[in-house]
């Protein structure tokens, strides 16, 4: 059975348009077509998006006349990459296909009115190489589109009760209404016209008596000579308006104006808050994004929960190509290194098994996370795997979360030890100098800032010693004469 009824299609916004880029920044274009029996009837509609994913064109619609048991949409995502050339590159990043019947057939448009949809794309893996976009992360952006049935005739507001008037009245009415722009004199037109009438036939006498409203004639004891007749037009008294409002000015009270401004009220109430928080939590937001989790939760924003997601998924992808290369290194030192290098009790050695049991823990806690939160589609699914188990706090991910990074820091620092130590035993005057040498160049700014910091405080001090010492040597105290 075909609907009949025209569909009005409007896109909204899309969700996770970060998953998309892989590259540069650009914009994103949507092409919409609306295809029957594979057939497209005509150019596909193309919606441009902004950076942020949102629609900045809301009165822009896709107009659907007629819908089938085949009737499809069709949809298309194209990232826009600036060139060197003026035209602009165009990446086709996405796609999504949509049954409008059976849409249809689960909401029922012609009752709800417009109905919002989440369609989800199909995202392609990029053609560059990159470590934000992998084959897990497939159907991460979602598309809102708005259905509406859209209404040719609305009704009219009100209807006339009272039957058209016939010729005859109307010619009447004609004649006894004052003409507006006529040049005769306004003593005529008052003399023609002292009343209004209504043209309902079916009026109360009270009703009447009220609608025949006399036009303000002054009388003709109070008028001056000539003037009977006319209308006593007075004029409109001005009154002031204070700023940003449609009241009229009064004179302020005393007690209006507090005595301590917003901002200070403000300011304080944000001191206050800082001073709850308390000592635990400041920690979990120095060391992993615990702030924009529970601000995310409390607000239902699902945005920056998928920020958040994306700005961690990088860092667990860095690691776990990482984390194997440095095992085969260390697997390399130890089965080709000589006994002599590293002894069985020596520091090297033990350095060495510090970096092996980092590099365990670090490919465990990277594979527990890539498998939990990899393939988080939207921010509420990732903020629902997050929660903890006890209560409705992130406490337990935002401790763990960073536990990747920190063995691969561990692991760096144990090589470096195992590696210096041999070179300790091995030469010692040339790890004293190449230290010497590599402190120097990574503290060189330092050291030139301080330097220019004493150099200043040099020639301020000289120049203010030399003008306390000339002010008192011109200073003479005043003795009165005897």
Not at 283 to 312: H, M, N
Not at 395 to 416: D, E, G, Q
Not at 447 to 467: E, Q, Y
């Amino acid at each position: 059975m075909a609907f009949t009824a025209p569909l009005h299609l409007t896109v909204i916004q899309m969700d996770g348009p970060l998953l998309l880029r892989c590259e540069k920044t650009g914009r994103l274009t949507l092409s919409i077509s609306v295809v029957d029996n594979d057939h497209d009837p005509g150019l596909p509609h193309e919606v441009a998006l902004g950076r942020d994913g949102q629609n900045p064109n809301l009165k822009s619609v896709i107009p659907v006349h007629e819908v089938t048991a085949t009737t499809k949409l069709i949809i298309d995502v194209f990232h826009h990459l600036k060139a060197k050339k003026k035209h602009m590159k165009r990446n086709f990043v996405g796609s999504a296909s949509l049954s409008l019947h059976e849409f249809l057939n689960n909401h029922p448009l012609p009752r709800l009115g417009s109905v919002d949809y989440d369609v989800q794309l199909a995202c392609y893996p990029p053609q560059c190489k990159s470590l934000t976009l992998e084959d897990m992360q497939q159907y991460g952006a979602t598309l809102t589109m708005r259905f509406k049935v859209y209404r040719s005739s609305k009704p009219r507001p009100y209807q006339l009760d009272s039957p058209p008037l016939s010729p005859v009245s109307v010619s009447e009415h004609y004649e006894t209404e004052p003409p507006l722009l006529s040049r005769a004199p306004s003593s005529s037109r008052g003399a023609q016209s002292e009343t209004l009438y209504t043209n309902t036939p079916n009026e109360s006498g009270e009703e009447r008596e009220r609608e025949q409203r006399p036009w303000g004639k002054q009388e003709s004891d109070n008028c001056p000579d000539g003037t009977a007749g006319l209308r006593c037009r007075h004029c409109r008294e001005l009154h002031g308006l204070p700023v940003d409002s449609d009241s009229r000015a009064e004179s302020p009270e005393d007690g209006h104006f507090p005595t301590i401004y917003d901002d200070e009220l403000r300011r304080n109430a944000d001191e206050d808050d800082k001073g709850e928080v308390s000592f635990e939590e400041r920690f979990l937001c120095w060391i992993s994004p615990y702030k924009e989790i529970t601000e995310a939760a409390e607000g239902r924003d699902w945005r920056k929960a998928e920020k958040v997601l994306a700005r961690l998924q990088p860092v667990w992808h860095v690691v776990s190509l990482a984390l194997p290369v440095l095992a085969m290194v260390n697997a390399g030192v130890v089965t080709v290194a000589p006994g002599a290098l590293f002894a069985q009790e020596g520091f090297p050695r033990r350095a060495l098994m510090v970096s092996t049991v980092a590099i365990f823990s670090g490919l465990m806690f990277n594979a527990m996370f890539l498998h939990c939160y990899g393939s988080c589609r939207c921010g509420a699914e990732f903020l629902f795997l997050a929660k903890d188990l006890w209560a409705d706090t992130y406490v337990s991910f935002s401790l763990t979360c960073r536990l990747p990074i920190l063995c691969l820091a561990i692991l760096m620092v144990s090589f470096m030890a195992s590696f210096l130590a041999v070179a300790w035993t091995a030469w010692p005057t040339a790890m004293l100098v190449v230290s010497f040498v590599v402190g120097l160049l990574l503290t060189l700014e330092l050291v030139i800032f301080g330097t220019s910091r004493l150099v200043s405080f040099a020639i301020w001090f000289k120049g203010d010693a030399w003008r306390t010492l000339v002010r008192f040597s011109l200073y003479r105290p005043w003795c009165p004469e005897a």
